[in-house]
T-cell receptor, first 114, second 117 residues
């Protein structure tokens, strides 16, 4: 158990809908990262937050947004969903202070858009 | 250009044998970190080993070791005495940037390892 909690584990929805994925980082970790894993694109970095502020942005679509709350949990919002958004979405966390620290990953949310 | 290249989509190894999974990287930073993660069929990402660009010794963690060749920009993972439970997807990843900032990891495309009984 990595200590990172993601909910829900599975999500099935229809095109055009909006969903929210939730992540609770490990206790004490200030950085939260969101990744998308699909068969054709592999593991793609979406966005990173550090102590409530956006730190880095990757290949995140404009239809997607995220935030980190004062209690450090994070949410990833996906709107106007398309079939191609079907993927495994990972949240990861780290302390956020040292260069060599590893990321601890949650078990992911499997999103299926029908 | 790809930051992390894993040229072996799939690998087979006999149980109890050693196996090397290849990883090459591309960066102009002097300070960077290299990581290996394991993803079993259940889906979770499990950290295996880390190598810093300034580390003079190759990293080792139990049966895992990292063959770091800085001049060749390679960071191959060596698994000794393979076990059936080692069957999984393995990802090489890199963090670039100045020391003190925990930036995101960039992942390679992965290598699917199958351990044969």
């Amino acid at each position: 158990d990595s200590g990172v909690t993601q909910t829900p584990k599975h999500l099935i929805t229809a095109t055009g809908q909006r969903v929210t994925l939730r992540c609770s980082p490990r206790s004490g970790d200030l950085s939260v990262y969101w990744y998308q894993q699909s068969l054709d694109q592999g593991l793609q970095f979406l966005i990173q937050y550090y102590n409530g502020e956006e730190r880095a942005k990757g290949n995140i679509l404009e239809r997607f947004s995220a935030q980190q709350f004062p209690d450090l949990h994070s949410e990833l919002n996906l709107s106007s969903l398309e079939l191609g958004d079907s993927a495994l979405y990972f949240c990861a966390s780290s302390l956020g202070g040292t260069h060599g620290e590893k990321l601890f990953f949650g078990s992911g949310t499997q999103l299926s858009v029908l | 250009a790809q930051k992390i290249t894993q040229t072996q989509p799939g690998m087979f190894v006999q149980e109890k044998e050693a196996v090397t999974l290849d990883c090459t990287y591309d960066t102009s930073d002097q300070s960077y970190g290299l990581f290996w993660y394991k993803q079993p069929s259940s889906g979770e990402m499990i950290f295996l080993i880390y190598q810093g660009s300034y580390d003079e010794q190759n990293a080792t963690e139990g049966r895992y070791s990292l063959n770091f060749q800085k001049a060749r920009k390679s960071a191959n993972l060596v698994i000794s005495a393979s076990q059936l439970g080692d069957s999984a997807m393995y990802f090489c990843a890199m963090r670039e940037g100045q020391s003190g900032s925990a930036r995101q990891l960039t992942f390679g495309s992965g290598t699917q390892l199958t351990v044969l009984p």
